[in-house]
């Protein structure tokens, strides 16, 4: 039988030489012989964590990894006890870890109040509205106490996003939630606050609005504003006998949000961009009627935005209309904002595997952009449970491919765990059914990405979801080509591998 140990390190096993014995002077040092079995005369090394010895040295090395479970991802060495199960323990003691008792959960808390507990002893912080105490879990944090201290006292929701967006937090601190995160104290006599009191003068001003006549786009007027921000879009139009096309230029790996509502009325349409830190809305009043929905068409690498609606009456129009631009600075507190969608499709990928398809209940169009991901909530014994998903393509099953890439489709895929109540719950919707998910989260640039020409992408399972949107838009750069994109998928056993078939066709396609 083979030896279970490499060979470098096994050398009565794999009969190699004393000559060909290459291992560093340090580990032979920790190598002690020991006889495997009656039948066999040799003495070999193995590794010291087989011995009693080695238990030390193994609590040594998961210790030098920066993590009380040996976690090698952990950038801070946690205490013994202080692992990730001892905090589950912790919780479901029963120990109160809010402070506030049967309060817990119904707080309303001003950013002044929090602004008071910032202290190692005494820490909250505010995520996505939600205001936690978290003074008995800095011990815990993997990244250490004085990191999560960088967000105590304030609403940490930005630099969450940009360490650990991906992170269940409202299952972690669960046990540590106060309430909610609030502008105004509920107290507080707001007729009285509000009624007479003078606007500050420092008071952050929207950009004012201006009407774009048509055939003509007008800069907004930006020194008007106490901060510098950037024009809106330019704009353009084009028509053909049953169609009219409005064109946005947002500028180059732009990445930008794209939501567009109609109104009751067959003449207005909503526009709204969010990029670059900025919110663009655009109200447009057509000349003649128009039907919705439309279908939405973007490239990221130029930033070019197509609406591309049908004319309710054929026939060529003198004028779009009217667009009516204003802008303003993206709010950095991100809301639970809650959105219905309906499953339109549901596709099973393997055994415990789904691909569902959903649209706007309210016929919204929504596009979410590269490497930003949804949450899914479900409200269970008036209890909040949701988890992040990252949408993919909707072609990926069909044509994995930019040509049949349809940007206003929200496609989910979604494995279901024989313990997830979340995952058994959206799993099991059949359609037609109605699911609640949030707005797009998260702070991926793709500007990141500008300057490199060679990738290595690594995924693991459901891993692959932020990745596939990732891949389409390497191998469809125009300006600056993508020379060679490598992905090493990781899985447990080869029924696992999720859209094998269509990774190994876009392989064959595309030989880069």
């Avoid at 609403?155 to 972690?172: K, M």
């Avoid at 569902?356 to 930003?372: A, M, Q, S, W």
């Amino acid at each position: 039988a083979r030896c279970q140990y490499p060979a470098r390190i096994c050398r009565k096993c794999c009969k190699m030489s004393d000559s060909s014995f290459n291992a560093p002077k340090k580990l032979i040092k920790h190598l002690s012989p020991i006889r495997i079995s009656k039948t066999s005369a040799s003495r070999g090394l193995v590794p010291p964590v087989l011995q009693e010895v080695g238990k030390l040295a193994a609590g040594v090395a998961a210790v030098a990894t920066g993590s009380a479970t040996g976690n090698p991802r952990n950038k801070h060495a946690l205490q013994p006890g202080h692992s990730l199960m001892d905090w589950i323990r912790l919780g479901s003691s029963g120990k109160d870890l809010t402070g506030f008792g049967a309060r817990a959960g119904q707080l309303s808390v001003t950013p002044h109040q929090l602004a008071q507990h910032n202290q190692l002893d005494d820490a909250w912080l505010a995520i996505r509205g939600k205001v936690y105490n978290v003074t008995h879990y800095l011990p815990f944090h993997p990244g250490g106490a004085e990191e999560l201290q960088r967000g105590i006292g304030k609403d940490a929701t930005t630099l969450f996003d940009e360490v650990h967006a991906w992170v269940n937090y409202e299952s972690l601190l669960q046990k540590c939630y106060l309430g909610r995160l609030v502008s105004v104290d509920p107290e507080v006599d707001t007729h009285q606050l509000l009624f007479g009191s003078q606007e500050s003068p420092n008071k952050k001003k929207n950009i004012p609005s201006k009407v774009i006549l048509p055939n003509k786009v007008t800069p907004i007027n930006i020194e008007e504003t106490t901060q510098e921000l950037n024009p809106c879009p330019k704009f353009d139009w084009v028509q053909k006998t049953d169609y009219i096309t409005l064109i946005f230029y947002t500028g180059p790996l732009s990445n930008a949000k794209i939501e567009i509502q109609s109104s009751n009325s067959t003449n207005d349409l909503n526009v709204c961009l969010t990029y670059d830190g900025q919110v663009f809305a655009n109200e447009i009043r057509f000349t003649k009627e128009i039907k919705w929905p439309g279908q939405i068409k973007l490239n990221y690498e130029t930033g070019k935005v197509e609406m591309q609606l049908k004319k309710l009456q054929s026939g060529i129009w003198d004028t779009y209309g009217t667009l009516r631009q204003t802008t303003e600075v993206a709010s950095i507190k991100v809301t639970d904002k809650r959105c219905r969608y309906r499953i339109v499709n549901k596709i099973e990928v393997n055994y415990n595997t789904s691909f569902l398809e959903l649209e706007r209940c309210d016929d919204t169009k929504l596009t979410v952009p590269i490497g930003r991901h949804v949450r899914v909530f479900l409200t269970v014994q008036d209890q909040d449970i949701s988890r992040s998903y990252t949408p993919i393509p909707n072609n990926v099953l069909v044509k994995f491919n930019s040509q049949s890439l349809s940007v206003d489709k929200l496609c989910l895929m979604v494995k279901s765990y024989s313990n997830g109540i979340l995952s058994n719950y959206i799993c099991g919707r059949k359609k037609g059914d109605v699911l609640e998910i949030s707005d797009s989260l998260g702070s991926f640039s793709l500007k990141s990405l500008d300057n490199r020409e060679t990738f290595l992408l690594l995924a693991a399972g459901t891993g692959i979801t932020p990745i596939l949107k990732v891949l389409l838009f390497l191998l469809e750069r125009r300006i600056r080509r993508c020379k060679n994109v490598t992905l090493l998928f990781f899985n447990k056993t080869e029924k696992d591998i999720l859209l094998k078939d269509q990774l190994e066709t876009l392989h064959n396609e595309d030989s880069r």
